[in-house]
């Protein structure tokens, strides 16, 4: 079983900038692939980013491509994702995600979850 536990969100200004980490305590954090998904009001989960457990390997929704940044400290057992030039269409409760094997865009496919933190961008 893996814990993990977001902070960071909050409510921003368009054009602004969060951090969201990722706390996983244990001894089993770099063995996981590491993701960051969100959930609108009304939609389904999806994925936003995502780092292989060496943090060798990064993938990224097009839509953030550019804005956001995922990273890994494993000594810290920690995942970040900078999200930078905020929009309001980023507005959602933002995941933390862990998966045994490998990096997915499909949500289904993570073993682990957070509790979710909110993100809020307003116009």
């Known amino acids: 079983q893996v814990q993990l536990v977001e902070s960071g969100g909050g409510l921003v200004q368009a054009g602004g900038s969060l951090r969201l980490s990722c706390a996983a305590p244990?001894?089993?954090?770099?063995?996981?692939?590491m993701g960051w998904l969100r959930q609108a009001p009304g939609e389904g989960r999806q994925f936003v980013a995502g780092?292989?457990?060496?943090?060798?390997?990064?993938d990224y929704e097009d839509s953030v491509k550019g804005r956001f940044t995922v990273s890994r400290d494993n000594a810290k057992n920690t995942v970040y994702l900078q999200m930078n030039s905020l929009r309001p269409e980023d507005t959602a409760v933002y995941y933390c995600?862990?998966?045994?094997?490998?990096?997915?865009?499909?949500?289904?496919?993570?073993?682990?979850w957070g509790q979710g933190t909110q993100v809020t961008v307003s116009s």
């Open positions: 995600a862990a998966d045994r094997a490998a990096i997915s865009r499909v949500a289904t496919r993570w073993d682990y």
């Open positions: 244990g001894r089993t954090f770099s063995r996981y692939a």
């Open positions: 780092i292989s457990a060496s943090g060798g390997s990064t």
